[in-house]
């Protein structure tokens, strides 16, 4: 049963990082995919084409986000002993992460609450810089774990980690940028992005899969664990689905220039 939920956790995570990635990555290269598209003579000011490119990855946020709320679900429930000494030994990293994730979010949700470009535009570059900031913690979490928890994660290994990790999410993000917004096309290279993306997350679990089946919860619990997520597993499966159905190119190209009240 150990197994099953080591294998359930690493799905989560690979998969928060293969599909959150992209997000992250359009985040981190808003100004220069802005640019890019102007530059090669796409109608619509620069701000237009920063609008276009929120536009485009606004239905996929908060569906990817859900991956991580299960990860976290999944880690707290099945594998309880490893909270306390991730959160203690990742603390820096973990308020990092929060601040960062926080600051995203706040540049998706406000940048469009008043009518001025002015207020976008700052809204964007908090955006931006938020978007770099989870990459690069991200990073350094995932360098810190393989290394058993060091006391200064921001060392020169960590440094290295968020950088691998930000290269391959800024990849992924503009992959995902020409697959999703017109001309649409490129869906074989951002299935190869996605697979780099989600790479370092898979490593760092392969590397630690016997420390961390060391701490899983007793049979009993994992039972009960598992009698609770049988039934939701389908539901957040087909969730998923009918996201990337609803919302691929072939259908929303056209509505992909307009940005969701929500966004």
């Not at 590397?207 to 597993?233: D, E, K, R, W």
């Amino acid at each position: 049963m150990e197994i099953i939920w080591l294998a359930v956790l690493a799905v989560l995570l690979v998969g928060y990082f293969a599909l959150e990635g992209f997000d992250i990555g359009l985040g981190m290269m808003l100004p220069a995919l802005a640019r890019a598209r102007e530059r090669a003579g796409e109608p619509g000011t620069r701000q237009d084409h920063r609008d276009l490119l929120v536009a485009g990855m606004a239905p996929f946020v908060l569906a990817n986000e859900v991956w991580l709320v299960a990860l976290a679900g999944t880690l707290v429930g099945a594998f309880p002993a490893l909270e306390g000494p991730l959160l203690g030994g990742l603390y820096p990293l973990v308020v990092a992460l929060l601040v960062a994730w926080i600051l995203r979010d706040a540049g998706l949700w406000f940048r469009r609450r008043i009518d001025g470009p002015g207020w976008r535009a700052c809204w964007d570059a908090v955006l931006c810089a938020g978007s770099w900031g989870l990459a690069l913690t991200w990073g350094a979490i995932l360098a810190a774990v393989v290394r058993g928890l060091p006391a200064q994660p921001f060392d020169l290994a960590g440094l290295l980690g968020g950088a691998v990790v930000a290269a391959v999410f800024t990849l992924h993000g503009r992959a995902f940028a020409a697959w999703r917004l017109p001309p649409a096309g490129g869906a074989s290279r951002l299935l190869l992005t996605g697979v780099l993306a989600g790479l370092p997350a898979a490593a760092s679990l392969a590397v630690t899969a016997g420390h961390v089946l060391g701490h899983a919860a007793s049979p009993a619990t994992l039972n009960v664990l598992g009698f609770i997520a049988l039934p939701v597993t389908p539901i957040l499966v087909a969730a998923q689905v009918w996201v990337w159905r609803t919302f691929r190119p072939a259908r929303s190209t056209g509505a992909a220039a307009r940005v969701p009240s929500f966004f």
